[in-house]
């Protein structure tokens, strides 16, 4: 489990693939001394496990689900990747619950500047759009954001200046894709409530009350 705080900015070294997959060959810069065989590593929020570690360039085995979900098959070598480490269990939870398991991809479709502040928005599909809810939180690339307006094919979130330099969202151009994976607490709500309800006449509020909510 990861908290959305990314540590660091990694570099993409070599892309090989492989039967129905690829390996990543990451530069792990300062974060590897902590890095083990086998462990997880959140990587522009795709959640991988390191299979071969030399000096600080670790290597990691992508399926071609994760390929199919992700924006992972679309890096470049060289390319800017956020970084972050499995949670500690003793270690302070300063963003939201991050899984590493991508929900999909967005597009970046403006970035406008309200003082020291951005305001960046995003297109995407309806399973993600519906599964977001203002003031809630969003991972986009790895990092823990808020959700600060939602439309019907669209949500913007704030970026204050630190985020924004300490991430590679800061290396986005327009139509540019992102992993999201939206909030877990939020997905299991609204599955918990689409199992109960009968699909076909949706939800109300008599059959909330009829249910005890």
């Known amino acids: 489990m990861f908290t959305g705080l990314i540590e660091q900015i990694g570099i993409i070294k070599n892309i090989h693939a492989k039967s129905q997959g690829l390996v990543l060959s990451v530069d792990l810069v300062k974060l590897y001394p902590q890095v083990k065989l086998g462990d997880s590593v959140a990587i ?6 390191a299979t071969s ?34 949670m500690k269990a003793d270690g302070r939870f300063g963003g939201h619950i991050v899984q590493g398991h991508v929900d999909g991809i967005a597009k970046l479709s403006s970035v406008k500047q309200q003082g020291d502040f951005l305001e960046v928005t995003f297109t995407a599909e309806q399973d993600i759009i519906r599964s977001l809810v203002p003031k809630g939180s969003v991972s986009i690339n790895g990092v823990s954001l808020t959700v600060a307006k939602l439309g019907k094919r669209d949500f913007s979130i704030a970026i204050i200046p630190v985020t924004w330099q300490e991430t590679n969202l800061s290396e986005l151009r327009i139509n540019d894709s992102v992993n999201i994976e939206t909030d877990i607490i939020v997905k299991t709500i609204k599955s918990q409530l689409e199992n109960m309800l009968d699909s076909r006449d949706g939800l109300t509020i008599e059959k909330l009350k009829s249910l005890g909510f």
């Open 44 to 49: 522009n929020g795709v959640c991988l496990s």
């Open 53 to 86: 570690l030399d000096a600080n360039i670790a290597k990691f085995d992508v399926s071609g689900e994760t390929l199919a979900k992700s924006t992972i098959s679309s890096l470049k070598v060289g390319a800017k990747v956020n970084l972050e480490l499995a």
